[in-house]
């Protein structure tokens, strides 16, 4: 049985640095448990002393070791013994649902093992991919040397700890950089038991730094210090585009951002099998409470299927049940905090306040006062330009417009604001190639919704959903910084 007692946890304390914790003098924040509201812990913040100790580390760290110039298939071995700890340890199992809004049984069967793949893709790349050489004179030799960066700053969210983690440690690492990392002040725990791991595994000390605090504080400190080289950050895009501005006037440093979404689920009346698409969509906009970037909260879909589309939908959409994350079997994600809770109920007051009708759901589910869980929502009548469209709502609430032809259809599917996914439902092979060529998105997903364990495959945004790209082999050369040489004989 999964379960266990959320009481008898062991927490790994504070900040990491040089392989060890430390405990620091900056303000204390108090960490909640999202299932129930429960304070289970306290930090103290990373102030910018901190933060110049951490890169400090890293950047010494660097030269010590010898991790920078180490032979790129020894660092895939580091990284291999990694993973294998990772995929073995309940304790990071159990801080992670402990602290995150992750149910145990998805933690173990899914974001343990995409976590550790992750990893394991990267080690892979560690001398799979250089340099160049280029046809010159014949006295001469042309040539393109790909080095490491130095220490990259990584800064990931609260709504998948663990596979973000991996996301910018595993190409920053496998590239021969040292990494300080600032996971959400949220959910800080996991993170710093990965990192254990990774000393556990051959990681040198130093090259793997976690730091705790808010973004505004530790953050802002990471991003803007002078030994950090590039910025890796996903997050909102309020916060995405203050990274960047940050990093250009500190530096002139590259960044990667994975930022917000409003991702449409285009459906034409020739999609196929009702039931499995209503599965599909439903999984799109519910998976983790409706909390990812990715999320497919935007239902546009073809009038001719849409009513007895909607039935199913609802019939979904009544089926889950609140619990625990500590519980085996428990399979539906609370909101992370409050803070989130009332801005999802204020959305969707702000969308009936301007027309829409609320089909199912629209509230929190009956007696969970102390934890956020938040009943499936399904919005119907709502214009372009009402709220739940245009913003990213960040829960399990779905708009449902509707649409007669394809032109139609896939102007309603455009976002001003964002671009990170789509996903288009029809059996017209024609039909799926010119939607894929029309929307202006990162990702499409055709006839599925949802990144598949395939981590060659890169994914990143458009417009305010970012810039760049995690995940391929384009992330781990986006570790590198590439130096044209010419040498005549």
């Not at 934890?371 to 609430?397: H, K, M, R, S, Y």
Request: glycine share 10%; net charge negative.
């Amino acid at each position: 049985m999964l379960s266990f007692n959320p009481e008898k946890v062991s927490l790994p304390a504070g900040h990491y640095i040089d392989g060890q914790h430390k405990h620091t003098q900056g303000a204390l924040f108090a960490v909640k448990r999202p299932s129930d509201g429960k304070v289970y812990a306290s930090l103290s913040e990373a102030t910018a002393v901190d933060v110049d100790g951490a890169v400090t580390c890293a950047h010494r760290a660097l030269i010590s070791s010898g991790w920078r110039n180490c032979p790129p298939r020894e660092r895939g071995k580091v990284l291999r013994r990694w993973a294998d700890l990772i995929e073995s340890d309940l304790l990071l199992a159990q801080l992670e649902a402990l602290g995150s809004t992750r149910p145990i049984s998805d933690v173990v069967q899914h974001e343990i093992p995409f976590t550790a793949e992750a990893i394991r893709f990267y080690a892979e790349c560690a001398d799979k991919y250089s340099g160049d050489l280029f046809p010159t004179k014949e006295s001469s030799l042309g040539m393109l040397i790909a080095e490491p960066y130095g220490v990259i700053a990584a800064i990931t969210p609260w709504n998948f700890p663990l596979s973000m983690a991996s996301w910018k440690c595993g190409p920053a690492l496998a590239a021969g950089n040292a990494v300080v990392l600032k996971p959400s002040e949220l959910t800080p725990f996991s993170t710093v038991r990965m990192a254990e791991l990774a000393v556990q595994a051959g990681l040198p000390a130093g090259i793997l730094n976690i730091v705790q605090g808010s973004g505004a504080v530790t953050g802002s400190a990471l991003v803007t210090h002078p030994l950090v080289r590039k910025v890796s950050f996903t997050g909102s895009t309020i916060t995405g585009a203050r990274i960047m501005s940050d990093a250009a006037q500190h530096g002139m440093k590259p960044v990667t951002l994975e930022l917000g979404g409003k991702s449409p689920q285009l459906v034409f009346e020739d999609a196929g099998d009702i039931d499995v698409l209503a599965q599909r969509i439903f999984r799109g906009f519910t998976a983790n409470g409706g909390q990812a970037c990715v999320a497919g909260t935007r239902l546009i879909v073809q009038r001719g299927i849409a009513q007895p589309l909607l039935e199913r939908l609802v019939a979904l959409c009544q089926q889950p049940r609140p619990g625990v994350t500590w519980q085996g079997d428990s399979c539906y994600a609370p909101l992370i905090d409050d803070r989130q809770g009332k801005k999802v109920a204020s959305v969707i007051a702000a969308a009936k306040k301007e027309g829409a009708e609320v089909l199912v759901g629209g509230e929190r589910f009956a007696g969970t006062e102390d934890g956020w869980f938040w009943q499936p929502t399904l919005l119907c009548d709502v214009a372009p330009d009402n709220p739940a469209v245009q913003e990213e709502i960040f829960g399990p609430v779905l708009t449902v417009q509707e649409f007669d032809d394809e032109d139609e259809g896939l102007q309603l599917a455009s976002h001003e604001t964002y671009g990170l996914c789509a996903g288009v439902h029809t059996q017209s092979l024609s039909r799926a190639m010119r939607a894929m060529r029309a929307i202006e998105s990162g990702t499409v997903w055709i006839n599925r919704y949802g990144r598949s364990g395939d981590f060659i495959i890169p994914t990143g945004g458009f417009l305010g959903s970012g810039i760049g790209k995690d995940l391929g082999r384009q992330a781990f050369q986006a570790c590198q910084r590439h130096k044209s040489v010419l040498i005549d004989f």
